[in-house]
């Protein structure tokens, strides 16, 4: 094993031996990843053979952090089908060993993490992205404590993936949910059930799920999980939780979405980050008398609103993600900050002064968590060490300025990302360009099918 960065905890031979002591009846264990759109790739694996995982690793190819949103291979940056796909060394995640309490057999699961440079860097996985980012900050002796917040619509269960979505019918009340009724524990009790497994499942898989809330559309609901100080858990989190819903949704009959925009008229569904930073006596250097926070938070602000729109591409991955961003649906149209105010970017929530934090309100619930943490934490290190002040907070409803320098479209993100110096020194050069090639392929595949709305225009032409 040639790659080990130092954030990155691999499982061992002895924490496979005693999940298996415990749990006896497994039959296989399935090593798994999250890739670039959060669709769980990986390999099923006997129990007799799983073993081999914790001592030697196992070979899956690079390009599987390389797909688009279909699962195809479209070569980015020469990777794929130009090098003949060649294999990494992945390793187990150590304490993501957990039972499938979804599945009707007794099967388990574990992240694997590429930690091999036999050919290419490491660096192609997004979770060494994210550890590469970390490492920046040991020379300013800083932690983190940091929870996701994750909004997804449920739907009826369709019978083609060509079909539209339909906002979920109760299986309570045996109706479709109608109106806007954020915050409504009636919504909460109708699928009671389907969140009451959610919480369970999350129990067992140690996915430290808290709150649950209804959210601003029907079917639209929100999963907080709770701080940790570890910034690669908190992702690896994240990206579990969203399995854990989906499968969940199957189990009840249902799917769960993390779609930014499904339904035009309705809101979008984001994924929210807070996240605060302790020095070296555990004192939160956010803390302060004033409700916006401390100089440091200043400074972090300042980072972020400098990166966001170079960012805003792992923000806002695909092309409609761009339509969650629209005035007074509490979603950005900015990057303005501010205390205890939803419709800014970057919100300080009202708290006690250890608690003070920075709420990222601007990725699409669908994006890479990996990926969403080392972009806000990269801006936030180049925030810190250069002390870049931030504009005025505002206390006023910011969704009335847009700002026209915000990107409206997938095209113009890529265009920032690939030229953006500042990602190519936090990410790799590297890995800015494999990126950038990955979304510009996908969006050509994407415009190469005939959309509806051509056949309903321009058909009798």
Same mark, same amino acid.
């Given at each position: 094993?040639?790659?080990?960065?130092?954030?990155?905890?691999?499982?061992?031979?002895?924490?496979?031996?005693?999940?298996?002591?415990?749990?006896?009846?497994?039959?296989?264990?399935?090593?798994?990843?999250?890739?670039? #759109?959060?669709?769980?790739?990986?390999?099923?694996?006997?129990?007799?053979?799983?073993?081999?995982?914790?001592?030697?690793?196992? =070979?899956?190819?690079? #390009?599987?952090?390389?797909?688009?949103?279909?699962?195809?291979?479209?070569?980015?940056?020469?990777?794929?089908?130009?090098? *003949?796909?060649?294999?990494?060394?992945?390793?187990?995640?150590? *304490?993501?060993?957990?039972?499938?309490?979804?599945?009707?057999?007794?099967?388990?699961?574990?992240?694997?993490?590429?930690?091999?440079?036999?050919? %290419?860097?490491? +660096?192609?996985?997004?979770?060494?992205?994210?550890?590469?980012?970390?490492?920046?900050?040991?020379?300013?002796?800083?932690?983190?404590?940091?929870?996701?917040?994750?909004?997804?619509?449920?739907?009826?269960? $369709?019978?083609?993936?060509?079909?539209?979505?339909? @906002?979920?019918? @109760?299986?309570?009340?045996? $109706?479709?949910?109608?109106?806007?009724?954020?915050?409504?524990?009636?919504?909460?009790?109708?699928?009671?059930?389907?969140?009451?497994?959610?919480?369970?499942?999350?129990?067992?898989?140690?996915?430290?799920?808290?709150?649950?809330?209804?959210?601003?559309?029907?079917?639209?609901?929100?999963?907080?999980?709770?701080?940790?100080?570890?910034?690669?858990?908190?992702?690896?989190?994240? &990206?579990?939780?969203?399995?854990? +819903?989906?499968?969940?949704? +199957?189990?009840?009959?249902?799917?769960? @979405?993390?779609?930014?925009?499904?339904?035009?008229?309705?809101?979008? &569904?984001?994924?929210?980050?807070?996240?605060?930073?302790?020095?070296?006596?555990?004192?939160?250097?956010?803390?302060?008398?004033?409700?916006?926070?401390?100089? =440091?938070? $200043?400074?972090?602000? *300042?980072?972020?609103?400098?990166?966001?729109?170079?960012?805003?591409?792992?923000?806002?991955?695909?092309?409609?993600?761009?339509?969650?961003?629209?005035?007074?649906?509490?979603?950005?149209?900015?990057?303005?900050?501010?205390?205890?105010?939803?419709?800014?970017?970057?919100? +300080?929530?009202?708290?006690?002064?250890?608690?003070?934090?920075?709420?990222?309100?601007?990725?699409?619930?669908?994006?890479?968590? %990996?990926?969403?943490?080392?972009?806000?934490?990269?801006?936030?290190?180049?925030?810190?060490?250069?002390?870049?002040?931030? #504009?005025?907070?505002?206390?006023?409803?910011?969704?009335?300025?847009?700002?026209?320098?915000?990107?409206?479209?997938?095209?113009?993100?890529?265009?920032?990302?690939?030229?953006?110096?500042?990602?190519?020194?936090?990410?790799?050069?590297?890995?800015?360009?494999?990126? @950038?090639?990955?979304?510009?392929?996908?969006?050509?595949?994407?415009?190469?099918?005939?959309?509806?709305?051509? %056949?309903?225009?321009?058909?009798?032409?």
């Amino acid at each position: 094993m040639t790659l080990n960065y130092n954030k990155v905890s691999l499982g061992t031979l002895d924490e496979f031996n005693s999940f298996f002591k415990n749990n006896p009846n497994i039959k296989y264990v399935d090593a798994i990843l999250s890739d670039l #759109s959060g669709i769980i790739r990986g390999k099923r694996l006997p129990i007799n053979e799983a073993e081999k995982l914790f001592k030697s690793g196992i =070979q899956f190819c690079y #390009s599987t952090f390389l797909l688009d949103v279909t699962g195809y291979c479209p070569d980015a940056a020469g990777r794929g089908f130009s090098d *003949g796909d060649p294999d990494a060394t992945y390793y187990p995640v150590a *304490g993501t060993l957990k039972k499938m309490p979804w599945h009707k057999d007794s099967l388990a699961q574990v992240l694997i993490t590429i930690q091999d440079e036999s050919r %290419y860097s490491s +660096i192609v996985d997004p979770r060494n992205v994210l550890a590469k980012v970390l490492e920046k900050f040991d020379d300013l002796k800083l932690s983190f404590k940091i929870a996701f917040e994750l909004e997804f619509y449920l739907f009826n269960k $369709r019978k083609s993936i060509l079909e539209k979505p339909i @906002s979920a019918i @109760s299986n309570e009340t045996n $109706r479709k949910s109608e109106g806007t009724q954020v915050y409504g524990m009636r919504e909460l009790d109708e699928f009671y059930e389907f969140l009451e497994d959610v919480n369970k499942f999350c129990k067992i898989q140690n996915i430290p799920a808290t709150t649950a809330s209804s959210e601003f559309a029907p079917a639209q609901f929100e999963i907080n999980l709770k701080h940790t100080d570890e910034a690669l858990k908190a992702a690896d989190d994240a &990206s579990l939780l969203r399995r854990v +819903i989906k499968e969940t949704a +199957i189990k009840h009959d249902y799917e769960a @979405s993390f779609l930014s925009k499904p339904f035009v008229n309705e809101t979008g &569904s984001g994924m929210h980050v807070h996240l605060s930073i302790f020095d070296q006596d555990n004192k939160n250097i956010f803390a302060s008398k004033n409700e916006e926070g401390s100089e =440091q938070l $200043r400074f972090a602000i *300042g980072g972020l609103q400098k990166t966001t729109y170079d960012n805003f591409l792992i923000f806002a991955p695909n092309v409609n993600s761009y339509r969650r961003f629209e005035p007074d649906q509490f979603v950005p149209v900015n990057n303005s900050w501010g205390p205890n105010n939803r419709s800014v970017a970057f919100r +300080i929530p009202r708290s006690d002064n250890n608690a003070k934090r920075i709420e990222h309100r601007v990725a699409g619930a669908e994006a890479n968590s %990996y990926l969403v943490l080392a972009a806000i934490l990269s801006g936030i290190h180049l925030g810190l060490i250069n002390k870049l002040e931030p #504009s005025k907070f505002r206390i006023d409803n910011a969704c009335a300025d847009a700002d026209p320098e915000m990107p409206k479209t997938i095209e113009m993100s890529i265009g920032l990302f690939e030229n953006s110096e500042f990602c190519k020194s936090y990410y790799s050069e590297e890995y800015v360009n494999m990126y @950038s090639d990955l979304k510009r392929k996908e969006l050509k595949s994407f415009y190469s099918e005939i959309s509806d709305i051509e %056949y309903k225009w321009y058909l009798n032409l």
